[in-house]
């Protein structure tokens, strides 16, 4: 995917982050001009997510606990009077140069495929409009399990239907993302990226429950607390592979599992006393990824309640316990992720951290105290240097309200 790399301490009130964000917004419409000869009619913003709990439940039918960050996609557009359609990025190789009629049934291999996955479900229903130039850039790390991917779907869905006037649901453009990446992308992705990022709501952390997908909002002290990442700069472009591992894995498990509970639908529903009595008619590896699932589904719970009742300290607590699940259990962490995790534990400001996204290198997140932040993230970032001789990139991140047009000015 394509985004631009972010690190250091950066944080601040909404209105510096809004004035941050318009910033960059307006040299992308700047870039816009350059790359296609004429300014952008419009710009828009999708942010990427970071998950706090429920690691690698999304498409085990788990809850998840993620929130939408304010770094992401930036999209300048501008309508065409003819059918043509053209994407570039800012930070990716290659055009996409096609018209409405004639998009490509397959994917390319290419950047590009994620939004035109979504052009692709959409573009009949334009069909008495014209064409499109989109220039794609963004602030946030590619293949850092901060879902840039779902940032650009669900953006792309959203800017489609705003400029082509499609009336689409918040919920609609979520499965469009979500189409795109399985059917035509190809990843076998769970629920929860295009939906914390298509319903995202500033101030809170989006509550899935990935079986049924209902949801809600969880009240969070972003005056108190913050979220911020350390990113190892371990890119995960070779880590496709041995995701779909990990979901055909859990597959098989519950596949196992499920005649000692006729009524499971997915591996979620596989209670603890089940697991305790059959584990062992299990393969080494399958029992591993099983225990991790279960477990995960009862630590989430527990965080949940910890929220709720204001003990942030609790929620933290589950996080540092679902790490080490990932690690031991679900074997998705590396050492640049378990550096930083310990080295997280070692400061008192730092309430929880365990890895995101997939895994396999990657970022961490943390939950940390604002009053210690600036200095637990250096003693994290000095940690990792000494063992690994780099700086890794580290950034307090704000909540986001979730992909919306910026008007500048």
Known sequence: MHAHRQSGFEGGADASREARLRAALERHGRNFEEQFGRRPTALYFSPGRVNLMGAHLDYNGGPVAPMAIDRGTFFAVAERS????????????????????????????RWFDYPLGVLRQLHSRAAALGGI?????????????????????????????????????????????????REFVGVRCGIMDPFAVGLAQAGSLLWLDCKDASYQHLPFDHQRFAVAVADTLVRRELAQSAFNQRVAEAAEAFERL????????????????????????????????????????ERTFAARSALMEGDVRGFGARMFASHRSLRELYEVSAPELDCLVDAAAASTAVCGARLTGAGFGGCVVMLVERAGAEQALEDVARAFDERFGRRPGVALFGPDPGPREVVLG
């Open 258 to 297: 499920r005649k000692h509970c006729p009524q499971a639908r997915v591996l979620r529903d596989i209670p603890a006393e089940v697991l305790d009595t059959h584990e062992r008619e299990l393969p080494v590896e399958l029992a591993r990824r099983a225990r991790h699932v279960v477990s995960e589904v």
């Open 133 to 181: 130039d989109v220039l794609f850039g963004g602030d946030l790390a590619v293949g850092a399990g901060l879902s840039s991917s779902a940032s650009i779907c669900v953006g792309t869905a959203f800017v489609l239907d705003h400029i082509w006037r499609l009336g689409l649901t918040p919920l609609q453009r979520v499965e469009l993302a979500l189409n795109s990446e």
């Open 82 to 109: 003819d059918r043509r359609v053209r994407f570039a990025s800012t930070s990716e190789s290659g055009w996409l140069e096609t018209r409405l009629e004639r998009l490509a049934p397959q994917r390319a291999g």
